[in-house]
């Protein structure tokens, strides 16, 4: 009995499920809306299900829904980046900068599937890093920075480097000199006429007398320093005279001139007396000398000068070409004349043209016409014509020299 009983309940409910209404739910949304379905909630965790509506049906079996929603996500962004600080991002109209820089922003129905788009924002913002340079500079001097001179015209100043910091942030750079002023001096001097003077590598003289001399790393600062340089010379002057040329064994005679009066004199070579009283100093040469005199003046100034004598190796010695009995004195006489380097006429012969002597005469001396011929032969006037004439002649310092020509006698 309560077997069949079972089996008619079972028929029964079966036959209920045969006439209930089943309805599907099929519909998309967004991960962030829910839909309440007979009570429950579905969404992205739970977007299919079955629920029964008891009696729901028109004929008043249940009403069974099969629920199979979709639920889409939201597109995602994700901002990140490097910035300075100073910059500002604005993302959906929110700023974001070195005191706000992680967030998240949320673009109602922004994506392309109708759905929010969401934007992560991860930033990073480095500091802008001030460099300042506070130094002294050398008046004169210039330092470059970013390309740009700073210097006495421009002593301060801000320069920004693009780029030149972490995360490509800019650098600032700020500038503030203290310009030292060169320190300057004055070497003012008096020298003696040929003194030289060597300053910072230059040459002064009495034919650069003055200049601005820069001393680098002179001043205590290690700046430069100016020199000013004004030289004046002393004007006083030695003179030995012109070069000189004699003939051998002739006198050369040194004297010098003074626009002071000496307190030292030095000869080179030395000569018998340097003292001012012996002046002019007088010698006999056989051979090429050089005389240097050094004088020291009443300022301790050393003067020099040189002089340089050219000793003409042959003897000058003179014979008349022509001459007349009936002339004046001494030109009515035939005799030689010579320099001071000859000593005496040892032996001297006239001869006619066929070689006949008409005259000799032995040790006389030069330029002495009582001792010449005079025109005569055997007492009465020779003949006008052309004689030869011979002598050896003794020079001062022993050795000899032949001298021969000719002279016309004429009336």
């Known amino acids: 009995m309560n077997r069949l009983f079972y089996l008619l309940l079972l028929f029964a409910s079966i036959s209920d499920r045969l006439h209930a209404q089943i309805f599907f739910l099929r519909d998309t949304f967004c991960s962030n809306q829910l839909i309440v379905v007979n009570g429950n909630v579905y969404g992205p965790d739970r977007p299919t299900g079955t629920e029964i509506i008891p009696g729901g049906a028109a004929n008043g079996a249940d009403s069974i829904i099969e629920v199979r929603l979709v639920f889409l996500k939201p597109a995602l962004t994700r901002i990140e980046g490097n910035y300075c600080v100073g910059d500002t991002v604005r993302v959906n109209g929110v700023p974001y900068h070195a005191g706000f820089f992680v967030g998240k922003e949320v673009i109602e129905r922004g994506a392309a599937n109708g759905c929010d788009s969401i934007i992560e924002v991860n930033l990073k913002f480095f500091p802008k890093p001030i460099v300042d340079i506070v130094r002294p500079l050398c008046d004169g001097d210039t330092l470059w ?94 003179s030995l005279g012109d070069d000189q040329e004699i003939y051998y064994g002739e006198e050369a005679c040194l004297k010098p001139l003074f626009s002071f009066t000496p307190t030292a004199l030095n000869w080179s070579p030395s000569i018998p007396c340097a003292d001012l009283s012996c002046l002019p100093y007088c010698q006999r040469l056989t051979e090429n000398a050089r005389y240097r005199l050094e004088a020291r003046d009443p300022y301790g100034c050393v003067l020099r000068d040189t002089v340089s004598i050219r000793v003409r190796r042959q003897v000058p010695i003179y014979a008349p070409n022509v001459f007349t009995l009936h002339g004046a004195w001494p030109n009515n006489r035939f005799f030689l004349s010579a320099s001071p380097g000859v000593v005496q006429i040892n032996r001297m012969l006239i001869a006619n043209r066929w070689g006949e002597l008409i005259y000799e005469r032995n040790n006389f001396p030069p330029n002495a016409p009582d001792f010449g011929w005079d025109g005569t032969f055997r007492g009465q006037e020779a003949p006008p014509d052309v004689y030869m004439f011979w002598a050896e002649v003794l020079l001062w310092d022993g050795r000899t020299e032949i001298v021969s020509g000719s002279v016309a006698l004429v009336r």
């Open 145 to 238: 920075v970013n390309g740009k001179p700073f210097s006495a015209f421009r002593p301060t100043g801000v320069e920004i480097i693009p780029g030149g910091a972490q995360g490509g942030c800019d650098s600032i750079v700020r500038v503030t000199l203290t310009i030292i002023p060169l320190p300057f001096f004055e070497l003012v001097d008096t020298l003696c006429p040929d003194e030289v003077r060597i300053i910072n590598g230059n040459r002064y003289d009495r034919n650069a007398r003055s200049g601005i001399e820069i001393l680098k790393g002179a001043s205590s600062s290690g700046c430069d320093s100016i020199l000013y340089v004004r030289l004046a010379f002393r004007n006083s002057w030695m």
